[in-house]
Nanobody
Framework: EVQLVESGGGSVQAGGSLRLSCTGS????????MGWYRQAPGNGCEMVAT???????SYADSVKGRFTISQDSLKNRVYLEMNSLKPDDAAVYFC?????????????????????????????WGQGTQVTVSS
């Protein structure tokens, strides 16, 4: 089965850490851009971190120095390491990638719930994992 599943969300106190995982099944991340986005209640969808197929990484200013995106090709996983968490980081976090890679399987389009469905850069999404940060 082709799917993209996030895990690792939970509740932490401010200053704590979490590591989110995004596991791809039935396809490989090779040759695809990938990213993490988030959406908090009442807010729009926000880019958190992206990594292009060529390895170029970008972060939102609000998470630079605290969050790290990485991937494990053997496990076909993308990670988001989150340190020094703040209450403002609380949101549903989504993993996303491209339907059409440089090479390999073309995936069916899957949109996330909420506002992240309007992000044009990515068109294959997981359904999100909740992160709660208490002050």
């Amino acid at each position: 089965e082709v799917q993209l599943v996030e895990s690792g969300g939970g509740s932490v106190q401010a200053g704590g850490s979490l590591r989110l995982s995004c596991t791809g099944s039935g396809f490989t991340f090779d040759g695809r851009d990938m990213g993490w986005y988030r959406q908090a209640p009442g807010n729009g969808c926000e880019m958190v971190a992206t990594e292009t197929r060529d390895g170029h990484i970008s972060y939102a200013d609000s998470v630079k120095g605290r969050f790290t995106i990485s991937q494990d090709s053997l496990k076909n996983r993308v990670y988001l390491e989150m340190n020094s968490l703040k209450p403002d980081d609380a949101a549903v976090y989504f993993c996303a990638t491209e339907r059409t890679p440089r090479f390999g399987l073309i995936l069916p389009r899957i949109d996330p719930p909420g506002g992240c469905r309007y992000v044009s850069a990515f068109d294959y999404w997981g359904q999100g994992t909740q992160v709660t940060v208490s002050s």
